[in-house]
């Protein structure tokens, strides 16, 4: 089953299973070498969204999701790929020291920073009280 790291709105488990009902929270970790930037524009939040840019010695918490086979397309769709997003593979580690690889989107063409909304920030803070990350 292939795992998806996620850093953004999909951080939230509400928001999450209204996106992609199939996938299931695994586990929290990290992913280092990558900072967390707000990036775009998003018609859907009126702001910046997260993305991650590549910085050494950066790090960026989120959460791990199971995704089954029969869900990579709805998240894919949900996480607008291959329109605006690309996926990669990352490697991220646990609180237990375990590596996972793992599947996540980032923006084709990186924009530059800008103010995420109001709205979209308290969806990533409610994500981070859902995986303990706070």
Known sequence: MPLFFAYGAALSRKHMAAQC????????????????VFTGWSR???????????????????????????ATKRLDIAESFPTQNTKINVVVNTESGESLNCFTYVPKHQAAEDKPAPEYLAI???GYRDWGLV
């Open 44 to 70: 859907v939040y009126r702001g910046a969204t997260a993305s991650l840019r590549p910085l050494r010695g950066a790090h960026v918490n989120g959460g791990v999701y199971d995704v089954p086979d029969t």
């Open 124 to 126: 990533l803070q409610q």
């Open 21 to 36: 009902p199939g996938c299931k929270p695994k586990v929290s970790a990290t992913l280092a070498q990558y900072q967390l």
